[in-house]
């Protein structure tokens, strides 16, 4: 998904997963380019011809996120890997570019805001420390998907550019912009070491898009023919709702129109304790629909609740509608088992997010970076 919002003017020279359902999915939609599956620890220097402007990495959030374990991505070279430590033999392979002098001009490291304060912090702090130890300055963005389509999905964006590339004004912040730079962002740039705070940049997004590209409204189908839940099931969801939920239901009733939402099952605490977790049904209504998230139980997979006076109906969302809350473009082919489906859309980026950081950032960089390895390079041609 980040190879589809970077789009049709850049060249991938080399993709790599070792994830089947992921490198089938990419042949899928881009086939005849070069594709690795092994693991990426794998992978090496030798591997990789010539110097790319921009190399991406979106490595495994499931150390990082809520769901997770907390484990988060480890210690660099240690043996007892998490699967977040991914980003490490990635850093590993750019590290070996570097002492060929041909890592590339940009470095986008994307995963779940978790990573900002994954092991107090210092899970983030040794990934800016060995950007720094490379040769890159770096900054960091927390880019949420709903200001492009009606999902909430925030991720953070670790952008780095190689030292000799001059970075343009126009693309630096004096101080942190608001929604790019939120709380946490600056509170986990607040420990960075002296020399690593030195690296440091803020990066200038500007405004977000004005308008998004649709509303949840016009995504999700509302009509008779969906695949909707029987009255049994929904009933026996409401009654899984707390009070609190309980409440917010009657006041979806009583706003006088049609409403819709998320649905979500999740493990909360018994009202006395007595039996301790218990499953609880949870509602948000708004514009946006809750993250999309890989299902590895029913507990998480994507539901929606409709709300239109007295009636109630709810049912898994299609994968049709989760492609358009990702913003992935038409005619993009997706694995035709609904699990497969979700598990993909649950690991992803939202192109459209990745696309704005394109326009923003990583192109105009590229264009910096090419003119200044190309004077670099007739420099060397004409000692």
Same mark, same amino acid.
């Given at each position: 998904?980040?190879?589809?919002?970077?789009?049709?003017?850049?060249?991938?020279?080399?993709?790599?997963?070792?994830?089947?359902?992921?490198?089938?999915?990419?042949?899928?939609?881009?086939?005849?380019?070069?594709?690795?599956?092994?693991?990426?620890?794998?992978?090496?220097?030798?591997?990789?011809?010539?110097?790319?402007?921009?190399?991406?990495?979106?490595?495994?959030?499931?150390?990082?996120?809520?769901?997770?374990?907390?484990?988060?991505?480890?210690?660099?070279?240690?043996?007892?890997?998490?699967?977040?430590?991914?980003?490490?033999?990635?850093?590993?392979?750019?590290?070996?570019?570097?002492?060929?002098?041909?890592?590339?001009?940009?470095?986008?490291?994307?995963?779940?805001?978790?990573?900002?304060?994954?092991?107090?912090?210092?899970?983030?702090?040794?990934?800016?420390?060995?950007?720094?130890?490379?040769?890159?300055?770096?900054?960091?963005?927390?880019?949420?998907?709903?200001?492009?389509?009606?999902?909430?999905?925030?991720?953070?964006?670790?952008?780095?550019?190689?030292?000799?590339?001059?970075?343009?004004?126009?693309?630096?912040?004096?101080?942190?912009?608001?929604?790019?730079?939120?709380?946490?962002?600056?509170? /986990?740039?607040?420990?960075?070491? /002296?020399?690593?705070?030195?690296?440091?940049?803020?990066?200038?997004?500007?405004?977000?898009?004005?308008?998004?590209?649709?509303?949840?409204?016009?995504?999700?189908?509302?009509?008779?023919?969906?695949?909707?839940?029987?009255?049994?099931?929904?009933?026996?969801?409401?009654?899984?709702?707390?009070?609190?939920?309980?409440?917010?239901?009657?006041?979806?009733?009583? /706003?006088?129109?049609?409403?819709?939402?998320?649905?979500?099952?999740?493990?909360?605490?018994?009202?006395?304790?007595?039996?301790?977790?218990?499953?609880?049904?949870?509602?948000?209504?708004?514009?946006?629909?809750?993250?999309?998230?890989?299902?590895?139980?029913?507990?998480?997979?994507?539901?929606?609740?409709?709300?239109?006076?007295?009636?109630?109906?709810?049912?898994?969302?299609?994968?049709?509608?989760?492609?358009?809350?990702?913003?992935?473009?038409?005619?993009?082919?997706?694995?035709?088992?609904?699990?497969?489906?979700?598990?993909?859309?649950?690991?992803?980026?939202?192109?459209?997010?990745?696309?704005?950081?394109?326009?923003?950032?990583?192109?105009?960089?590229?264009?910096?970076?090419?003119?200044?390895?190309?004077?670099?390079?007739?420099?060397?041609?004409?000692?």
């Amino acid at each position: 998904m980040a190879r589809m919002g970077l789009g049709s003017d850049w060249q991938c020279l080399f993709a790599n997963d070792c994830d089947k359902l992921k490198y089938t999915t990419y042949s899928n939609n881009w086939a005849g380019e070069r594709f690795d599956k092994r693991d990426v620890a794998l992978v090496k220097a030798a591997d990789l011809d010539g110097h790319a402007d921009l190399a991406w990495a979106s490595f495994p959030c499931q150390d990082l996120s809520q769901a997770g374990a907390g484990r988060g991505i480890g210690d660099i070279g240690s043996p007892e890997a998490t699967r977040s430590g991914a980003v490490w033999p990635f850093l590993d392979i750019v590290k070996s570019l570097a002492g060929e002098g041909r890592h590339p001009t940009l470095l986008t490291l994307e995963n779940v805001v978790g990573l900002l304060t994954a092991n107090g912090g210092s899970d983030f702090r040794a990934l800016l420390g060995t950007l720094s130890e490379i040769g890159y300055r770096y900054g960091a963005v927390v880019a949420d998907a709903s200001h492009f389509v009606p999902q909430s999905r925030p991720r953070v964006f670790v952008i780095a550019v190689r030292r000799e590339v001059p970075v343009p004004r126009a693309l630096l912040a004096e101080i942190p912009q608001s929604p790019w730079h939120t709380p946490t962002l600056v509170r /986990a740039t607040a420990t960075l070491s /002296a020399g690593n705070a030195a690296d440091w940049i803020w990066w200038a997004l500007g405004p977000p898009p004005v308008a998004r590209r649709n509303h949840l409204i016009d995504i999700l189908e509302l009509d008779e023919g969906a695949d909707w839940n029987s009255d049994e099931t929904t009933a026996n969801l409401v009654g899984m709702m707390s009070t609190p939920q309980l409440e917010r239901l009657a006041a979806a009733k009583a /706003a006088g129109r049609k409403l819709v939402g998320s649905l979500y099952l999740r493990m909360r605490p018994s009202i006395d304790g007595s039996r301790g977790n218990v499953q609880r049904c949870e509602i948000a209504f708004g514009d946006t629909l809750g993250c999309l998230r890989t299902p590895k139980g029913g507990a998480s997979r994507s539901r929606i609740i409709v709300v239109d006076g007295d009636r109630v109906r709810t049912r898994l969302l299609s994968a049709r509608e989760a492609a358009l809350l990702m913003g992935l473009e038409e005619g993009f082919k997706l694995p035709a088992a609904y699990n497969d489906c979700f598990k993909l859309i649950g690991d992803g980026v939202a192109p459209p997010v990745v696309r704005f950081l394109a326009e923003r950032i990583l192109e105009p960089l590229a264009r910096q970076g090419a003119v200044c390895f190309s004077s670099s390079d007739r420099q060397k041609t004409s000692k």
